[in-house]
């Protein structure tokens, strides 16, 4: 994992145990108040300075690196959160005050903060200093890396004297939900490796304020990410039914309710909420982002395409915009090759052609834009530009932090394309096994093992005396829980090379798993 930039060093991540009392004491002792409670002149070490910043809970202290998102992007993003999510503003200008920081632009980012400060005293003038402490850590922390430790200190100060006051009661000795929740939200924005810590601070904000709209909208959203992960989606449905139940205004879970449910076949019932959804907000873009997925899956791709011609006047540089067009041009490919047996090459070229051209407009709006590469890459392959298709595929698997996921769809395309466009069937297994060599259930692992088993059977029915061939096969099978089969063909594999450690393993370790 890279080092966040900007100035800074490694961080530390949150500490385990966020008793604000814990905290007050830290920084007290950090910043050598004297035994009047006042702060002595700014005499502090950097070091202690850096060890009470540390434990603030902000941007700064939160595992949110560089590397694992597009920063311009992302700030396109938040630029669209604040014009469209007014309840959203203040974590919105506390994340963009980050991003500044992370492009090097400090000033910038002090500016956003004042701004994070004018929707406090707005929305929450009973509540300042509560709805403040995210805000005055990364005050405290971009002071810090401009070196005006005078300025930290009084930040540092601020988060100190506030928290010992709202940890009064024994009430405040835990930390305030709002944070919990503000760095849920802040951890979702970076990306997929993240979703899992984002639903535990949702879970945690959640045991204070069960009912709270948004952090049960932040949890259905944490969840329908994970939902991969899951055997059942049933769960993620009734949380998202649960925070539309709370907040029937948030047209953006609105719509992806709509979308979950199009995932458990309730179509009819999901198009209701997204008319309902677009009716509300007619130019909200993540409405109509997930309205353009839904009619594009219902396989009604002109609707889909004109909401997303619509979607892009609004937010003309969303790489995600120009992605799902391309998918929309990819779907009419698809349509087309099913209706027609020799479908006219002219209109194939013409849909080739417009798909690569989203895709390649998504990632130069987004260079770590995974899905589009591999999409791109195979647009490559299917106009036969081998070439650029392969040279798409090495980008793709560049992009820095990659989740397993991913990995195991680089590697099945990647297999593909050796297979069916350059037919070097060799290269094809071995990326293949490369799948299953990431110990992840996945669609991809199971489409492999399919894969793998019917070529490998047939290079033996062939008659091939590769030991490799068999070696595999042993561990499709052992893979698919067929143990005697994969007995059998590690007994194979280490007749055509005895004394091979991998096979003699695998062949102990199975016997052993029987004999137990």
Known sequence: MGQQQGGDEALSTAPPSRSWSILGGSLANALHTCTSGRPRPFTVSNNSLRSALQQLECYFTWPLLKDDVDLND?????????????????????????????????????????????????YHPDEIAR??????????????????????QTYVSKVENSCKKLSSTPHWKAQLPEIYAEEGWALIKFG???????????E?????????????????????????????????????????????ENTSVVALLAVKLQDLRQTDEGERYIEEAMKKTPDHPDVLRYAAKFYRRKGELDKAVKILK???TVT???????????????????????????????????????????????IDKKTTFFHSYMDLANM?????????????????????????????QFYYCYGNFKLFHVKKESEAIEHYIDVLKIKE?????????????????????????????????????NLSGEKHQAIKRYEEALALHPDNEDYLSALCELRLSISN
């Open 74 to 122: 992302l700030e396109e993003k938040i630029g669209y959160q604040i014009e469209f999510l007014i309840k959203a503003r203040i974590r919105s200008y506390n994340l963009l005050s980050y991003v500044c920081h992370l492009k090097n632009s400090n000033e910038e980012a002090l500016r956003t903060l004042q701004k994070a400060e004018e929707e406090v005293k707005k």
């Open 131 to 152: 709805r403040s402490l995210v805000t005055w850590g990364n005050y405290a922390w971009i002071y810090y890396h401009m070196e005006r430790y005078e300025e930290a």
């Open 192 to 202: 997929e490796k993240h979703y899992e810590r984002a639903k535990i601070c949702f």
């Open 204 to 248: 945690n904000a959640l045991q204070n304020e069960p009912n709270n709209p948004e952090f049960n909208a932040g949890y259905a959203i944490a969840m329908y990410r994970l939902q991969y992960h899951f055997k059942s989606q049933r769960q993620s449905l009734e949380l998202l039914k649960r925070a539309v139940e709370l907040d029937p």
């Open 310 to 312: 619509k979607a892009l």
């Open 316 to 362: 003309p540089n969303s790489a995600t915009l120009l992605h799902q067009l391309g998918l929309c041009y990819r779907s009419e490919l698809i349509q087309l090759k099913k209706a027609e047996i020799h479908p006219p090459q002219e209109q194939v070229d013409r849909l080739i052609e417009l798909c690569i051209f989203h895709f390649k407009s998504a």
């Open 380 to 408: 490559y392959a299917e106009g036969k530009r081998y070439k650029e298709a392969e040279d798409t595929f090495q980008k793709a698997f560049q992009v820095n932090n990659l989740s397993n996921n991913d990995k195991q």
């Open 441 to 477: 259930d996945s669609f991809y692992s199971s489409k492999c093992k399919n894969v793998l088993e019917k070529l490998l059977e047939k290079r033996i029915q062939r008659g091939s005396r590769d030991a490799a061939d068999f070696g595999r096969l042993g561990l499709v099978h």
